[in-house]
């Protein structure tokens, strides 16, 4: 039986996963949910469209629900929310507020006999377990992880949800001399300034008042007031003209040390990069929705992390098939 699929929003992520969905055996898509009026959304397969206000009168339905929302202020309510009734992934990405939205959505799934896994995509998610695994193998050392250059979907949603903003773009960008010296392997002590810089690219709207946006944006917590930010107001044709890929991508780096006195050093690199962050978050959020499904249907209930689920219940094939095939 295919794993039924929901896809509760429906921006670049949204329709990411709607693609991606495609692209597995085991899953169908069953349809979409939007706070917008659905007659006006059109889906790039023909799903149907409901009002998001009646996605828990699908849970007979739907087996898991894709969260498709911002972390700044969608995924903290609609996570919890939605997972008293469904089964849900999402991909909240303000790493420091995870262990609060965990804890959320735990008490809202395990109370209903849900599994909810979150914070899943390529950081935190694909990133999480390089950096678990490499501290693993290696724990007299440093993890590093630069993100960059290339849009971040949460930080550009962030922006766009300051008051007099019409649109906007945001690039992180690491600090190349950071870069260099990690990779060297001369294991610095870098605060969070030191590692990456955060660049806007800003439409305003008719009125607007450019020095308190760049100013609200700047000291905005958890997403710039640790970082060198650079706020550009531009018109939307140059947005849409110069900014309207998602390419991203990054690195994690582990510099470690073994022998008797730490004479022996070692570097793990892991890396991305990404023509479209979206449809790449968008494919980990489907692999995480079948391991939910899985997870729910062996009685394991409440919130999960890429950190706490066996690699293969990523996959459709059998755990036999992926022994020959890839250990």
């Keep these: 039986m295919s794993i039924r699929v929901g896809i509760f929003g429906y921006g ?53 629900m894709i969260l498709c929302g911002g972390s700044s ?27 609060e939205h965990v804890q959320a959505v735990e008490k809202a799934a395990a109370q209903a006999g849900k599994t909810a896994v979150v914070s899943v995509g390529w950081d935190p998610g694909a990133f999480s377990i390089a950096r678990l695994y ?42 190349e001399e950071a870069l260099a010296a990690v990779r060297r392997g001369e294991n610095p002590e870098l605060t969070t300034r030191q590692k990456h810089k955060r660049e806007c690219f800003v439409v305003l709207k008719d009125g607007a008042d450019a020095e308190k946006v760049e100013r609200e944006i700047k000291s905005m917590p958890n997403y710039f007031d640790e970082y ?12 849409n003209e110069k900014h309207a890929g998602l390419p991203h991508g990054g690195v994690v780096i582990r510099s470690g ?15 991305l990069k990404l023509d479209s962050n979206a449809e790449f978050t968008s494919s980990v959020l489907v692999a995480y929705a079948r391991a939910a499904y899985k997870l729910n249907a062996k009685g394991v209930y409440g919130c999960k992390t890429a950190l706490d689920i066996p690699p293969v219940d990523l996959s459709f094939e059998s755990r ?8």
């Design 73 to 99: 202020t969608d995924l903290p309510v609609q996570t919890p929310n939605l997972g008293k009734t469904i089964c849900v992934v999402d991909s909240f990405d303000t790493h420091a507020r995870i262990p």
């Design 320 to 327: 036999d098939d992926l022994l020959k095939k890839l250990l």
């Design 134 to 175: 490499s501290e693993c193998f290696l724990p007299k050392g440093q993890t590093y992880t630069f993100w960059g250059k290339g849009v971040s979907q949460g930080h550009s949603d962030a922006i766009r949800r300051v008051e007099g903003v019409a649109d906007g773009k945001q690039y992180t960008i690491p600090v």
């Design 257 to 271: 040390k073994t022998g008797m006195n730490g004479e022996n050093n070692h570097t793990v690199e892991y890396a």
């Design 12 to 64: 670049n992520l949204g329709k990411g996963v709607e693609l991606a969905l495609q692209n597995q055996p085991d899953m169908q898509a069953v349809c979409v949910f939007t706070r917008r009026d659905p007659k006006s959304v059109k889906t790039l397969t023909g799903l149907p469209v409901y009002a998001a206000a009646d996605a828990a009168n699908f849970a007979d339905k739907i087996d898991v």
């Design 228 to 239: 060198d930010t650079t706020v550009h107001f531009i018109s939307q044709q140059e947005l």
